[in-house]
């Protein structure tokens, strides 16, 4: 899928989200592909297309384009991130362990002890901040090591070459979620994990519009694994989702340029500003992984988290005063979200369980839209005030 021969070979991002994946617009011109709403497909066409469970163009489209973006040979797409996950995770077999790192994306961690233990599937987890914990790999020999960065909510950053080497060493496969650097700032598998996977929903997408998901890949292995995973479990998303994809991808680097440049710009700001317990964005040098993250992604994303020292109702009040930032789950979309975690994405865990994992009540998550700056500071800045 690296090789398209009507690209040029040193295309860049931008230009490969727009170009790769269009292989359809020989057949009748239309610049923008159609959308294949079509369950099954006659016998023996010459795309070799028979059921929409087990491919359709508007995902070859878009598995194509993802490729590309991944700097991968292959891509396959799913119903959702977590559907993604799925994929990945139902390859494995019963005895088989996973390690992963602890701190990460909450429906990720319940998949994993719901659902996978069951199966007879084990899990460990360990702070992979920390070199020293590495060697918990090369002792357990995990089938798979799970990786995320930056991690979701916390924005911890892993060294995903290091780790992916001693990985690989133990003879593990390493899955690293992407979903929240982006395809554009942080490429994975040129850092050396086998499996990168996103949650589309988010910064492919972009528009908070549909639900979509991805593994890409250089393994053909896995690749036939996804490929039976998205048709043997029902995983395929709708091709219209496919196609809202395909076309949120089109606009990915210019969009992520104004999330990473508005989101720098409120994070120092907010580290400056009187009153403010802490601030967390990738890119800030008080970030305890600032050089890593400055090694391994391009810019610092569109995630922020800032730590008011509010109780929990007065950072509730406080998110509520805010008018440009919606409070709801997700992000990555061209709107400015806001999150409270301990009410939120973690508000079954026990205080003290919480606020040793690093989620206190004041603790805002910020997903930093695609607006003006200034009128995001100028909301940030009213809601703080009126405290
Ligand atoms: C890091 C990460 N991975 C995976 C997912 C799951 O994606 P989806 O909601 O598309 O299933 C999410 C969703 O928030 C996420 O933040």
């Given at each position: ?5 009507t690209?040029?070979a040193?295309a ?43 491919g ?36 494995l ?9 602890q ?7 319940r ?6 233990k069951?199966?007879g599937?084990k899990?460990?987890?360990a ?13 357990l ?18 060294d995903?070459?290091a ?7 133990a ?12 395809s554009?700032?942080?490429?994975p598998l ?8 996103l ?18 890949t ?10 039976f ?32 440049s508005?989101?720098?710009?409120l994070?120092?700001r ?15 040098k ?6 890593l ?11 922020l988290l ?20 919606t ?9 400015s ?7 939120m ?24 839209g695609?607006e003006?700056?200034e ?13």
């Open positions: 899928m690296k090789d398209d021969p690209i040029p040193d860049r991002f931008e230009t490969r989200a727009i170009h790769v994946g269009q292989d359809y617009r020989s057949e009748t011109g239309a610049v923008i592909p159609p959308i294949y709403m079509t369950s099954t497909f006659e016998s023996g066409n010459p795309g070799s297309f028979d059921y929409t469970r087990s359709n163009p508007n995902f070859r489209n878009l598995q194509t384009t993802l490729a590309s973006l991944e700097n991968a040979r292959h891509s396959t797409v799913f119903a959702s991130g977590l559907s993604a996950i799925s994929a990945i995770l139902f390859s077999q019963t005895g088989d362990t996973i390690l992963s790192e701190q990460i994306y909450g429906c990720t961690y998949i994993f002890e719901k659902v996978l069951r199966f599937v899990i460990k987890y702070n992979l901040t920390n070199p020293e914990n590495y060697d918990l790999i090369t002792r020999k995990p089938a798979l090591v799970w990786l995320e960065s930056p991690t979701n909510p916390l924005l911890k950053i892993l995903i070459k780790i992916s080497e001693v990985a690989h060493k003879g593990a496969v390493v899955a690293m979620d992407n979903t929240f650097a982006s554009l700032l942080q490429q040129d850092l050396g994990a086998d499996l990168s996977l949650s589309t929903t988010k910064y492919t997408n972009g528009h908070s519009d549909c639900l979509g998901g991805a593994v890409c250089n393994s053909d292995e896995w690749q036939d694994k996804m490929i995973a998205q048709k043997a479990i029902g995983l395929q998303p709708s091709p219209f989702d496919a196609w809202l994809t395909s076309r949120g991808a089109k606009t990915e680097a210019v969009r992520m340029e104004r999330h990473c508005n989101a720098l710009e994070a120092t907010l580290e400056g500003r009187k009153g403010v317990k802490s601030v967390k964005y990738p890119f800030l008080s970030h305890p992984q600032y050089k993250a400055k090694k391994q992604m391009s810019a610092g994303g569109g995630m800032a730590d008011f020292g509010l109780s929990y109702a007065d950072t509730l009040a406080f998110i509520r005063r805010l008018r440009l930032f409070q709801a789950e997700s992000l990555g979309g061209i709107e979200l806001v999150a409270h975690p301990a009410s994405t973690h508000a079954s865990i026990p205080k003290d369980a919480r606020e040793a994992a690093g989620v206190t009540d004041g603790l805002v998550r910020f997903s930093v695609i003006h700056v009128d995001l500071w100028k909301d940030i800045d009213a809601a703080l005030k009126k405290k």
